[in-house]
């Protein structure tokens, strides 16, 4: 976990020098958000904007080390340790950490799109959920010490001292502006989640149309991708 924490805290410090706004998630809104199913896990939230200079920003990164390592995905990119650097050599364009090398130590960094008009940033991540209240995000709170066990704080910690070092900079990690209400609202998704499979369930049993039961799980799900289109062709 300190080792994690290392990492995290470098990958947050090299965004940040490298002038792209970043929103860390760890401690327990990472593990609800990764929940119990297969999906990606997400540590870093990016706007789409700055794509680019995270891109440049992983391959420099990759580039310091032999043991470091870039995935680039179609909806995010994966930053991580590897155990034997010949491991770059039998590694697919398209394979990320979690099936190449699940027990590695890396960093999942997603993006966002402006909010919409509901007030949503709709996420590269798969959901549920793929869209998150704007306003239980910003404006960033900093905390230096997230990777702990312990429930998210409710009052900002913005001035305590930071704990770690890394590179001889004290580090802090940004949060969201209402981590809990934003937990809340992660939790409040997985359960709209859960009862639209029953939906769907019952649906089928009672011979109702397939598309309806279909609708009503996406829905829930939180699933945006024809939203998601729509913002990356108007973003260009």
């Not at 949503?120 to 230096?144: D, Q």
């Not at 429930?151 to 704990?163: D, Q, T």
């Not at 070092?165 to 409040?188: E, N, S, T």
Request: charged residues 20%.
């Amino acid at each position: 976990r300190q080792q994690e924490k290392h990492v995290l805290g470098d990958i947050v410090l090299g965004l940040t020098v490298s002038g792209v706004p970043c929103l860390a998630f760890v401690g327990s809104l990472r593990r609800v958000l990764l929940g119990n199913s297969s999906s990606d896990p997400l540590d870093v939230l990016v706007s789409w904007s700055f794509r680019e200079e995270v891109r440049r920003f992983a391959e420099e990164w990759s580039a310091s080390s032999v043991d470091r390592h870039v995935v680039e995905l179609p909806r995010h990119f994966e930053l991580g340790l590897l155990p034997d650097s010949s491991l770059r050599n039998v590694w697919p364009d398209d394979f990320g950490f979690r099936i190449m090398c699940p027990s590695c130590i890396f960093v999942a960094i997603y993006f966002y799109f402006p909010p919409t008009a509901d007030d949503m940033l709709v996420t590269t991540r798969p959901g549920p959920p793929c869209a998150l209240p704007a306003h239980l995000i910003f404006p960033l709170r900093w905390e230096s010490n997230p990777m702990n066990e312990q429930p998210l704080p409710h009052s900002s910690s913005r001035g305590r001292a930071a704990e770690e070092h890394f590179g001889g900079v004290l580090v802090q990690l940004p949060w969201p502006a209402r981590p809990q209400r934003l937990l809340d609202f992660v939790l409040d998704s997985r359960r709209a989640a859960l009862r639209a499979v029953a939906v769907s369930g019952q649906a089928a049993e009672e011979g109702e149309e397939y598309m309806e039961a279909e609708v009503v799980l996406q829905s829930a799900l939180g699933l945006c991708w024809p939203q998601l289109s729509v913002s990356a062709q108007a973003l260009g």
